[in-house]
């Protein structure tokens, strides 16, 4: 199975490149990225001979089975398309387009080659969410009643100049926001109306800097509370149940069941253990691992998927909705 890369960023080196090259009978041949010396070092340190700075001369020379995009997100159209157009399978990195429209031009160019288009939407199978879903499946926390997703980020003042022409990046939904949209539509279904959104736009940076947005669901409400530039940087979910309700967090990862007057000993317990798991998994030099895992599931499901010719985890399919939500809040947000 031959596979280039497409974007030698953060994501690429800690993350794409390790996985890839840990897959038996997986040949990563190629990587890309239009700036030459990061490309240069990435390739040397990982020993990868081909190296391209434009993806036009990349598809030209290589015979690949799969692409995996890993590029800013504004470039993820146009790179997916020209991959699907020369009859490539590809997988490509979160928010998959910026736009609805764009997302159903990939799915239809896809289906009619009858290739595979696969998102890395990965904070559905971090490992609390997978957790909650066998619960969820299990009956034992009844139907979702709310959902309030909780993303705080501390500053952005270190992001790369493109990010903050909030038309070219998406802003904060797409950049910040996207996992904790795409959470609330995996699991609460199709979202059916915005009812209410408040955004902060902040004059002296000519940015976003926060959204409040409160969505229908079909049987349930969510509530999606974006920020930048605030005391602390974290991402909750608050779950509500109509038999119990759960607390998830991320980084480190836990989840805290919640049923009848034991839950404040129930989320004491689940705290101790976030802690002890996180400092162990340090310890032991095993984070990095943990931390990838997510993208391993995605990434070996989807070369999984083109060998059996079935479909991968996260369609584009299954992303177009959280792509839609994303664009009716902000449109709702420079609206009102």
């Known amino acids: 199975m031959k596979i280039a890369l497409v974007g030698t960023g953060t994501i690429s080196e800690s993350i794409h490149i390790p996985i890839l090259q840990s897959i038996p009978n997986v040949d990563l041949v190629a990587i890309c990225d239009n700036n030459s010396k990061q490309l240069e070092r990435i390739a040397n340190k990982f020993r990868i001979t081909k190296k391209f700075t434009d993806v036009d ?17 504004f470039t993820h159209f146009d790179i997916a398309r020209k991959a699907i157009s020369s009859g490539i399978n590809t997988l490509v990195e979160k928010p998959a387009t910026l736009s609805t429209r764009d997302g159903e031009i990939l799915e239809h160019e896809a289906l009619r080659r009858n290739l595979k288009l696969g998102v890395c939407q990965t904070v559905r199978y971090r ?27 501390s500053t952005v003042f270190a992001m790369p100049p493109w990010f903050w022409n909030e038309k070219t990046s998406g802003g904060i939904l797409l950049e910040l926001g996207i996992h904790a949209i795409d959470l609330q539509c995996y699991l609460m279904g199709n979202p059916k109306e915005v009812l209410h959104v408040t955004a902060n736009y902040e004059q002296t940076l000519e940015f976003t800097t926060s ?56 989320e004491c317990i689940s705290e101790l253990r976030r802690t002890y798991n996180f400092g162990s998994s340090v310890l032991r030099k095993r984070y990095s691992i943990v931390s990838q895992m ?16 079935r479909s991968p985890l996260v369609p584009i399919s299954a992303a177009i909705p959280t792509i839609r939500l994303a664009e009716e809040i902000w449109s709702k947000a420079h609206s009102s």
């Open 127 to 153: 490992e609390p969410v997978r957790q909650l879903q066998k619960i969820l499946e299990s009956g034992r926390f009844g139907t979702i009643d709310k959902m309030i997703s909780m993303h705080h980020g």
């Open 294 to 309: 997510p993208h391993r599931i995605i990434i070996e499901d989807f070369i999984e998927s083109v060998k059996t010719n």
């Open 211 to 266: 959204i409040l947005a409160i969505v229908k669901f079909e049987h349930s409400i969510g509530i999606i509370d974006l920020k930048w530039l605030s005391s602390s940087n974290f991402f909750h979910q608050y779950i509500f149940g109509s038999i119990a309700d759960a607390i998830i967090k991320f980084f480190p990862d836990s989840l805290s069941l919640q049923q009848s007057d034991f839950a404040p000993l129930s």
């Open 57 to 73: 001369s990349l598809l030209k020379s290589c015979d690949l089975d799969i692409i995996d995009i890993a590029t800013p997100g």
